[in-house]
């Protein structure tokens, strides 16, 4: 069965304490995995997408990095502004274009 | 449109009525998905168009569940007799297309309520 798991479930930083948030998938093959991050009610908002193991990507202070197993989104130096709660989602060939989420990891930063 | 509109942002509905939830994708994209998230829940996908067909239902949890979309645009989910294990928040995404890897942009969900 295809399966994503995100931990920590919730973290906790003080400003400026960097951090990394885990995504471990479990796919017959994938296509891609994506992160979002969403704010209370609010949509998900589109980060980035991965699509092979070794590919980062970087967007001011997140960086999301994919092995065959898992991937990371490690935030650098955050700022308050960066609590939200982060998703992890992958696409699964010839599964067309849905998306199968994790739980999410809730980030509080702290000034 | 400039992003993924979906009305009405609020609903309350009594136990056993029918309800209509709207979604209008952005403009050009083929792509259309629904999906509900539940309290302390992951997003759980519900249903897959591909212009106005649908080749993905697998996520629908119920034949009380039904989806259509129209011209290739908008989409309404349909909850018949809803119950209140259907109290979520129903999120719409869209694509470009569903076949390339393109990003999905979401709506800011309806949040439905069956009291």
């Known amino acids: 069965e295809d399966q994503v798991t995100q931990s920590p479930e919730a973290l906790r930083l003080q400003e400026g304490e960097s951090s990394s948030l885990n995504c471990s998938y479990t796919?017959?093959?994938?296509?891609?995995l994506f992160w979002y991050r969403q704010d209370p009610g609010k949509g998900p908002e589109f980060l980035f997408t991965?699509?092979?193991a070794g590919e980062e990507k970087e967007k001011e202070r997140l960086k999301a990095t994919l092995t065959k197993k898992e991937s990371f989104l490690h935030i650098t130096a955050p700022k308050p502004e960066d609590s939200a709660t982060y998703l992890c989602?992958?696409?699964?060939?010839?599964?067309?274009?849905?998306?199968?989420f994790g739980q999410g990891t809730e980030l509080s930063v702290k000034p | 449109g400039a992003g993924v509109s979906q009305s009405p942002s609020n609903k309350v509905t009594e136990k056993g009525k029918d309800v209509e939830l709207r979604c209008d994708p952005i403009?050009?994209?083929?792509?259309l998905y629904w999906y509900r998230q539940s309290l302390g829940q992951g997003l759980e996908f519900l249903i897959y168009?591909?212009?106005?067909?649908?080749?993905?239902k697998s996520g629908l949890p119920s034949d009380r569940f039904s989806a259509e979309r129209t011209g290739g645009s908008v989409s309404t989910l349909t909850i018949q007799r809803t119950q209140q294990e259907d109290s979520a928040v129903y999120l719409c995404?869209?694509?470009?297309?569903?076949?390339?890897?393109?990003?999905?942009?979401f709506g800011q969900g309806t949040r439905l309520t069956v009291v």
């Open positions: 995404a869209s694509s470009l297309t569903g076949v390339m890897n393109t990003e999905a942009f």
């Open positions: 796919v017959s093959g994938l296509r891609g």
């Open positions: 991965l699509y092979s």
């Open positions: 989602a992958v696409q699964v060939r010839n599964q067309g274009g849905k998306l199968i």
């Open positions: 403009s050009g994209h083929t792509a």
């Open positions: 168009f591909q212009g106005n067909s649908a080749p993905d």
